[in-house]
């Protein structure tokens, strides 16, 4: 299951997972709004002044900021047209990133002489 929006007007349609969380950004086409998502696995942003004209390249190609926002990994999710805004995704294991998980403890080993 990847993200999903959750509307303060609409109750969550599913179950949330164990350790996933609901990041709040304000309002979205005119609705108050979050983005439910696992921190473990995916990373979420919102990039204000990139439109989906940007993304599929209506002005003659993508624009550098969406072409680069594509290359890093990220994937238009939404887009709020009255804002001119739209929320990325990326998701951490197709872009190789490490797991945002903390390690467990190592140990620091000394040198013998």
Request: no cysteine; net charge positive; proline share 5%.
């Given at each position: 299951m990847g993200p999903f929006f959750v509307f303060e007007d609409t109750p969550t349609p599913r179950a949330m997972p164990e350790?996933?969380?609901?990041?709040?950004?304000?309002?979205?086409?005119?609705?108050?709004a979050?983005?439910?998502?696992?921190?473990?696995?995916?990373?979420?942003?919102?990039a204000f002044g990139v439109t989906r004209a940007d993304v599929d390249g209506l002005r003659g190609g993508p624009t550098p900021r969406a072409m680069a926002f594509t290359t890093a990994g990220w994937v238009p999710?939404?887009?709020d047209?009255?804002?001119?805004?739209?929320?990325?995704?990326?998701d951490l294991r197709t872009v190789g990133l490490p797991d945002p998980r903390p390690s467990p403890a190592v140990t620091p080993i000394g040198l013998e002489r």
């Open positions: 350790g996933w969380m609901v990041k709040p950004f304000g309002d979205w086409d005119g609705r108050s979050a983005v439910a998502y696992d921190p473990r696995r995916y990373q979420v942003m919102v999710f939404s887009f047209y009255a804002n001119r805004r739209s929320l990325w995704v990326r």
